[in-house]
């Protein structure tokens, strides 16, 4: 599983560190990081696809934000055994502490009449 959250994280990180770099211009002297290259490239993807060259970081980000949904269900799937386990113990847990109990409402006691 390591490998595959490695292989989709390089393409994250690429890709907006230079998106990032070249929006801002911040180009180490070098035409790869300039703003001239980012809104060409931009420019061009969207004449490729029909769409406004501003639209296309918000696609990808929202394809980005899709992605890691579907790793981290993969993920959770995986580990599910481990997860109730963890869950199991917690809301064990706080059915034992009192302060807990009190503040959940969850009290025993009978309330106080008179």
Sequence with gaps: MKYVLLAWL????????????????INFGTTFFSRQLHDLLFEVYGNILGLDPATIPWLVAKACILDTLILLAIWAFRRRKAIMEWYRSKRNGMAADPMMRAMSGADDRAPLEG
């Design 10 to 25: 390089s393409p994250l990180l690429l890709f907006w560190g230079w998106f990032f770099l070249s929006l801002n211009d």
